[in-house]
């Protein structure tokens, strides 16, 4: 057996061994769970505080009734985050693998919303709250969003998604049950993890950037939610031996 071979069997067993470690999979998916609700609370959290919130509505630097559109655009993204990382999670618990990789590919696209936002984060959220279809159409696709983020995400990347979890294609069969080559849901829990973690922390650091953030900040750190979401978290972090064998591109 040759040092290539030897590597490659060598980091395929030790990805094994990480996917049937009983505590970094339960780790994996307590934290799964808890981004979801954290993320979803937190945007209604700032739903209401956006609406009630800011100058917005009193300058009339948007034609909408909101205090701060921005904060309203955020919110919005988080809940539509929080939902889709819900429903995965809980088609995963249903062994429904490929719906769940549905979902995880339009997670994705949060992500890139939630870069979006965190480069600009006084515009940018409110244009998107704002935009109609047709704008939609010409901005805020996903290969738009890739091609301003000047690399960070790759639209390799993203075709592997709409390939097993985007569109009916034969890789479909990875994640179907009585395939062969099926893909550990292990797998499939680690995405979520990954691309839902990335766009919580892109939106934070949104807010972080709004006027007068630090009081939606402390609300939100006051949260059942996010309390539960950060120890599952940390406690993650440290049991999942993916994290470091796999890196952020777990599908590729």
């Keep these: 057996m040759g040092n290539?071979?030897?590597?490659?069997?060598?980091?395929?067993?030790?990805?094994?061994?990480?996917?049937?470690?009983?505590?970094?999979?339960?780790?994996?998916k307590k934290a799964a769970l808890a981004l979801g609700d954290a993320m979803i609370e937190t945007g209604e959290i700032l739903w209401h505080a956006g609406y009630f919130v800011g100058p917005d509505r009193v300058i009339g630097d948007w034609p909408s009734e909101f205090g701060s559109n921005s904060v309203v655009g955020i919110s919005t993204a988080l809940q539509i985050g929080g939902e889709l990382i819900e429903s995965s999670a809980r088609l995963l618990e249903a062994e429904?693998?490929?719906?769940?990789?549905?979902?995880?590919?339009?997670?994705?696209?949060?992500?890139?919303?939630?870069?979006?936002f965190a480069e600009d984060a006084n515009?940018?959220?409110?244009?998107?709250?704002?935009?109609?279809?047709?704008?939609?159409?010409?901005?805020?696709?996903?290969?738009h969003l890739r091609d301003s983020?000047?690399?960070?995400?790759?639209?390799?990347?993203?075709?592997?998604?709409?390939?097993?979890?985007?569109?009916?294609?034969?890789?479909?069969?990875?994640?179907?049950?009585?395939?062969?080559?099926?893909?550990?849901?292990?797998?499939?829990?680690?995405?979520?993890?990954v691309h839902g973690g990335?766009?919580?922390?892109y939106f934070m650091t949104a807010l972080d950037r709004q006027?007068?953030?630090?009081?939606?900040?402390?609300?939100?750190?006051?949260?059942?939610?996010?309390?539960?979401?950060?120890?599952?978290?940390?406690?993650?972090?440290a049991d999942d031996m993916l994290i470091d064998l796999v890196g952020t591109d777990p599908m590729t």
């Design 96 to 116: 429904k693998r490929y719906a769940a990789m549905a979902l995880i590919r339009q997670v994705v696209e949060v992500e890139y919303l939630g870069w979006a």
């Design 211 to 237: 006027p007068s953030s630090t009081p939606f900040q402390d609300h939100i750190e006051s949260l059942k939610s996010f309390s539960t979401f950060r120890k599952a978290w940390e406690n993650w972090q």
């Design 4 to 28: 290539d071979d030897y590597t490659e069997r060598s980091s395929r067993e030790a990805v094994d061994d990480a996917l049937t470690n009983k505590a970094g999979a339960r780790a994996r």
């Design 149 to 193: 983020s000047s690399g960070l995400f790759r639209g390799s990347d993203y075709a592997l998604h709409c390939e097993r979890g985007g569109h009916p294609t034969p890789e479909a069969r990875r994640f179907l049950p009585g395939h062969s080559d099926v893909i550990d849901e292990g797998f499939i829990w680690y995405e979520i993890c």
């Design 123 to 143: 515009r940018t959220a409110a244009t998107w709250l704002h935009a109609d279809s047709e704008e939609r159409r010409k901005l805020w696709q996903p290969r």
């Design 198 to 201: 990335s766009a919580w922390d």
